[in-house]
């Protein structure tokens, strides 16, 4: 059955992230400074390639949920968080754009405890009502509010170029890999520059991508290169189309969002 995307809650309720009873504001995920705002098709990621169950919602500028209350949206995500973020997305496209020879693996200045918390924080504003993520859902708020605590045990920050227009927002989807049994729920924000994958396995299985868990011992000002591979760039839809060997499961909340801007690669190899 078709799925219409909703991104605008009540102008009053509980914030996705912290809970609080109380107005909500607006969040652009991803953040305005990242993407620049242009009107988008939204459309549920298991209508891309099927016309007829496409159901097309227009958002006239950039992809906006009013879930978030204006301290987690707007002192936390835009005042502190938010501005590590937009960096580091800067300097990769910077490295991506680049006219001179690079080696295939750079490093990326940056601060990997406020970057993790910027990714979530836009993740988790995904989907009107949604603060209730689970067993998990005090330690993520407070993963968030707090940006000295640890990464939550078990959950991976992976992250990989990603030189195309076209843009995916996916919350609470499931993976199953055949070959070794791995399961995993996962969170997936995609945008020019860059991939980024909240990854929560229950079992031990990883993907071969560059992980911001890596550098979690830094503290919240530290810092920190980080890698980052420009070479090979993995398919565009990673993590959204399944391999041979995979199955994929997709929850309501789960979007792509299309510019009418030619879809494909920006940069061309």
Same mark, same amino acid.
């Given at each position: 059955m078709p799925l219409p995307m909703v991104t605008r809650g009540a102008k009053s309720g509980r914030c996705n992230i912290c809970g609080m009873?109380?107005?909500?504001?607006?969040?652009?995920?991803?953040?305005?400074?990242? @993407? %620049?705002p242009t009107a988008m098709e939204l459309q549920h990621v298991t209508h891309r390639l099927d016309a007829e169950k496409?159901?097309?919602?227009?958002?006239?500028?950039?992809?906006?949920?009013? +879930?978030?209350?204006?301290?987690?949206n707007n002192t936390l995500l835009g005042g502190r968080y938010d501005p590590v973020l937009i960096d580091f997305t800067s300097r990769v496209s910077s490295?991506?754009?680049?006219?001179?020879?690079?080696? +295939?693996t750079m490093t990326v200045p940056t601060k990997p405890a406020l970057l993790m918390r910027s990714i979530w924080g836009h993740l988790? =504003? @995904?989907?009107?009502?949604?603060?209730?993520?689970?067993?998990?859902?005090?330690?993520?708020?407070d993963f968030f509010l707090d940006a000295t605590l640890p990464v939550p045990a078990g959950v991976n920050f992976y992250y990989w170029t990603y030189p195309y227009r076209r843009q995916a927002l996916i919350?609470?989807?499931? =993976?199953?890999?055949? +070959?070794?049994?791995?399961k995993a729920v996962y969170w997936l924000m995609k945008f020019y520059p860059m991939a980024l994958a909240v990854w929560m396995p229950e079992n031990t299985w990883s993907l071969?991508? %560059?992980?911001?868990?890596?550098? %979690?011992?830094s503290t919240p000002d530290d810092v920190v290169d980080v890698m980052v591979d420009l070479e090979p760039v993995p398919h565009e839809l990673t993590l959204e189309a399944p391999t041979t060997t995979q199955a994929i499961m997709f929850g309501r909340?789960?979007?792509?969002?299309?510019?009418?801007?030619?879809?494909?690669?920006?940069?061309k190899t």
């Open positions: 009873d109380g107005p909500l504001t607006e969040d652009h995920t991803p953040p305005k400074g990242c @993407v %620049r496409a159901i097309k919602t227009k958002a006239q500028d950039g992809v906006k949920y009013r +879930t978030l209350c204006a301290r987690c490295l991506l754009a680049s006219d001179l020879m690079l080696p +295939t988790a =504003a @995904v989907g009107v009502d949604r603060y209730l993520k689970g067993p998990r859902t005090i330690e993520w708020r919350r609470d989807a499931g =993976a199953l890999e055949i +070959t070794n049994g791995g071969g991508y %560059r992980d911001l868990v890596t550098y %979690r011992a909340d789960s979007v792509v969002a299309n510019s009418r801007a030619p879809r494909g690669r920006i940069l």
